[in-house]
Structures are given as structure tokens and as C-alpha cells.
């Protein structure tokens, strides 16, 4: 499965790639991709596990920046 999440807030580069580096480390994530410009981030992994995937990258982003919302 392959979706397209707001990034609300999301106001550094930096960050944005820190993201991108932590949510790459979780296990069942296929690709992602953020893009600081549009304030999305474009994730893929198994349609079985995709929340829980969601989930823990929820988690990790409020980690890297605990102003960003994260919306599908």
C-alpha cells in the first residue's frame, strides 16, 4: 500500500530528512520519501502491517519534531 500523509507543521530541511531516515528504519516499510517543500510524506509498505507501520513512524516523527501532525 502506498499513501500520501500531511505533514502539518513541518518547518526545517533538516528534519525533514531526519525523518525520512527514521521512519527508512522500520521493519516492514517498502519506501518513503518526505518532501519538505509540499509538507508530505509519501510512504509504502505491506497492506497487512501499514498501520502498525504508520503508527511507529507517527511516533517517530513526534520524536524528531513534536510540532509536526501527522494526517492521512
Not at 525533514?16 to 519538505?36: C, L, W
Request: net charge negative; charged share 35%.
Amino acid at each position: 500500500m502506498k499513501k500520501s500523509i500531511r505533514l502539518s507543521g513541518l518547518d526545517c530541511a533538516n528534519c525533514a530528512a531526519k525523518m525520512e531516515e527514521a521512519v527508512r528504519g522500520i521493519e516492514g516499510v517498502e519506501a518513503v520519501s518526505v518532501n519538505f517543500l509540499t509538507q508530505k510524506m509519501v510512504l509504502e509498505a505491506e497492506d497487512s502491517r501499514f498501520d502498525a507501520v504508520l503508527e511507529t513512524a507517527k511516533k517517530r516523527i513526534g520524536r524528531i519534531d513534536p510540532d509536526v501532525e501527522v494526517g492521512v
